[in-house]
């Protein structure tokens, strides 16, 4: 047990201060910041010009950042790091080296990976994790005997490596318009919507994780089964996310057998709404931007892995005009780095356009962190205020990298020129997680990273 975990049971703990040499508080960096934790792992205040550190606090160098949301993960996806990157192909041959690594995991396999995989999230600065979770039953279908167990190890895969989780519970009925499942999908079919909702509908929220729902995409639910998913969702007011129009073909296919794109599809059946984030939003056309800004439909781009499969540039700039809220994940882990997948949304429209400064750094931390949140169901969480759940997340601003600027520009320096190797303390929900760049709860990730990768080999 660790000395945090030993001071956190500990009934006479008396709250906990820190001292942030700088902070980011949404607007601007704030020299000389005490924030004060309340023992439930909230924010009781937020004292600025508090020039030395006060008694007892634990004093936090660099910029001290809120948590940092990632929105869209498929822990399964890093055992495919560097592997899928010989050779050639498209996204649909990328698809069947994840499928292969799919098929081989079981319960056990899963929570030892994804536990190490929220352990390297952990020490970028992650402090929640929307998992996109689609592989629910024993290959060729089975459910296991407790048909949420492939869920439940998640759950206690990101308790473990210290962050919140929602658990994005994925309905994926069909392989395409009207085909069944092949034999891989098969593991990942609840064979209707009203069974997942069924199984679905026996996960219970924890303190450290939210019960949500995903669509995987307008190929995996039958048109007259979307409502189903969305009815679900809407009515337990948790989020609902889906995969859309990552790749031509989908919009190709959708426009064969319904006639219209698949974000009309998703309109026509109730889809829409504040609640809901489109996951990629890459082919779109203009009538589909108006559609998902004006229902307030999130966007999550996950930069790093758009690139990496090949798919396209998103109109995320028309997108958030609309009115389409946006946040950022790792999706595929090909990186995990939000400070990357940050700056890469802008860069990529500087290459498209060949105009700089779409967002401002405070933008694009924002869709990183608050914004990030929100997506989750997490809205008291992504902000250095007092009521917020107690995540902060400190950069250093003296590694090579970070090295050189005015501490006032650390937004600037965060997002354009640090990695994820320059977070160096993680505090989430009140709970020291990482410290001086090492994982307080699970000591030495790589290694835990390695073996869990190895096993599915
Ligand atoms: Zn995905």
Request: net charge negative; hydrophobic share 45%.
């Given at each position: 047990?660790?000395?945090?975990?030993?001071?956190?049971?500990?009934?006479?703990?008396?709250?906990?201060?820190?001292?942030?040499?700088?902070?980011?508080?949404?607007?601007?960096?704030?020299?000389?910041?005490?924030?004060?934790?309340?023992?439930?792992?909230?924010?009781?205040?937020?004292?600025?010009?508090?020039?030395?550190?006060?008694?007892?606090?634990?004093?936090?160098?660099?910029?001290?950042?809120?948590?940092?949301?990632?929105?869209?993960?498929?822990?399964?996806?890093?055992?495919?790091?560097?592997?899928?990157?010989?050779?050639?192909?498209?996204?649909?041959?990328?698809?069947?080296?994840?499928?292969?690594?799919?098929?081989?995991?079981?319960?056990?396999?899963?929570?030892?990976?994804?536990?190490?995989?929220?352990?390297?999230?952990?020490?970028?600065?992650?402090?929640?994790?929307?998992?996109?979770?689609?592989?629910?039953?024993?290959?060729?279908?089975?459910?296991?005997?407790?048909?949420?167990?492939?869920?439940?190890?998640?759950?206690?895969?990101?308790?473990?490596?210290?962050?919140?989780?929602?658990?994005?519970?994925?309905?994926?009925?069909?392989?395409?318009?009207?085909?069944?499942?092949?034999?891989?999908?098969?593991?990942?079919?609840?064979?209707?919507?009203?069974?997942?909702?069924?199984?679905?509908?026996?996960?219970?929220?924890?303190?450290?994780?939210?019960?949500?729902?995903?669509?995987?995409?307008?190929?995996?639910?039958?048109?007259?089964?979307?409502?189903?998913?969305?009815?679900?969702?809407?009515?337990?007011?948790?989020?609902?996310?889906?995969?859309?129009?990552?790749?031509?073909?989908?919009?190709?296919?959708?426009?064969?057998?319904?006639?219209?794109?698949?974000?009309?599809?998703?309109?026509?059946?109730?889809?829409?709404?504040?609640?809901?984030?489109?996951?990629?939003?890459?082919?779109?056309?203009?009538?589909?931007?108006?559609?998902?800004?004006?229902?307030?439909?999130?966007?999550?781009?996950?930069?790093?892995?758009?690139?990496?499969?090949?798919?396209?540039?998103?109109?995320?700039?028309?997108?958030?005009?609309?009115?389409?809220?946006?946040?950022?994940?790792?999706?595929?882990?090909?990186?995990?780095?939000?400070?990357?997948?940050?700056?890469?949304?802008?860069?990529?429209?500087?290459?498209?356009?060949?105009?700089?400064?779409?967002?401002?750094?405070?933008?694009?931390?924002?869709?990183?962190?608050?914004?990030?949140?929100?997506?989750?169901?997490?809205?008291?969480?992504?902000?250095?205020?007092?009521?917020?759940?107690?995540?902060?997340?400190?950069?250093?601003?003296?590694?090579?990298?970070?090295?050189?600027?005015?501490?006032?520009?650390?937004?600037?320096?965060?997002?354009?020129?640090?990695?994820?190797?320059?977070?160096?303390?993680?505090?989430?929900?009140?709970?020291?997680?990482?410290?001086?760049?090492?994982?307080?709860?699970?000591?030495?990730?790589?290694?835990a990273l390695s073996a869990a990768v190895a096993a599915l080999r």
């Amino acid at each position: 047990m660790t000395v945090e975990q030993t001071e956190r049971t500990d009934p006479t703990e008396r709250p906990r201060t820190y001292w942030l040499e700088h902070a980011w508080l949404g607007t601007h960096v704030e020299p000389d910041v005490a924030v004060d934790v309340t023992r439930d792992g909230r924010i009781a205040a937020v004292r600025t010009d508090v020039p030395a550190p006060p008694p007892g606090a634990t004093v936090l160098r660099g910029l001290t950042l809120p948590g940092l949301a990632n929105a869209h993960s498929h822990a399964f996806h890093r055992a495919l790091r560097s592997t899928v990157q010989v050779g050639s192909g498209t996204f649909w041959t990328w698809r069947e080296v994840m499928y292969g690594v799919a098929d081989r995991l079981t319960p056990d396999t899963y929570h030892a990976l994804a536990r190490a995989v929220y352990g390297e999230m952990a020490l970028a600065g992650i402090t929640a994790v929307g998992e996109f979770h689609y592989v629910h039953h024993a290959p060729g279908g089975t459910p296991y005997a407790d048909p949420n167990a492939m869920g439940e190890a998640l759950i206690a895969a990101a308790d473990e490596a210290g962050i919140r989780l929602t658990l994005l519970d994925t309905a994926y009925v069909s392989s395409g318009f009207g085909k069944a499942p092949d034999r891989h999908q098969l593991r990942f079919s609840d064979g209707t919507t009203e069974a997942w909702a069924e199984r679905a509908s026996l996960l219970k929220d924890r303190p450290h994780a939210r019960i949500g729902a995903a669509i995987h995409s307008v190929r995996a639910v039958p048109a007259d089964q979307l409502a189903t998913v969305a009815d679900w969702a809407l009515s337990r007011r948790v989020p609902l996310h889906v995969h859309l129009s990552e790749q031509t073909a989908e919009n190709d296919a959708c426009q064969a057998a319904h006639g219209c794109t698949p974000t009309q599809l998703l309109a026509e059946h109730g889809v829409l709404s504040a609640r809901t984030t489109g996951v990629h939003n890459t082919h779109l056309t203009d009538a589909d931007i108006a559609l998902l800004g004006g229902s307030s439909t999130g966007t999550c781009m996950c930069p790093t892995t758009e690139r990496d499969l090949a798919d396209g540039i998103g109109p995320a700039v028309a997108l958030q005009r609309a009115g389409s809220p946006l946040s950022l994940g790792s999706d595929s882990h090909a990186v995990i780095d939000l400070f990357e997948e940050a700056r890469a949304m802008e860069l990529n429209e500087r290459l498209r356009s060949r105009t700089r400064g779409h967002w401002t750094a405070a933008a694009l931390l924002r869709a990183a962190t608050a914004d990030g949140h929100a997506a989750l169901g997490w809205d008291d969480a992504g902000v250095i205020e007092a009521g917020a759940i107690a995540d902060l997340v400190t950069v250093t601003l003296d590694s090579v990298r970070t090295v050189g600027a005015l501490p006032r520009l650390g937004a600037e320096t965060a997002v354009f020129a640090a990695s994820a190797a320059d977070v160096t303390d993680v505090i989430a929900g009140g709970r020291v997680v990482v410290r001086d760049g090492e994982h307080a709860l699970l000591g030495d990730v790589a290694t835990a990273l390695s073996a869990a990768v190895a096993a599915l080999r």
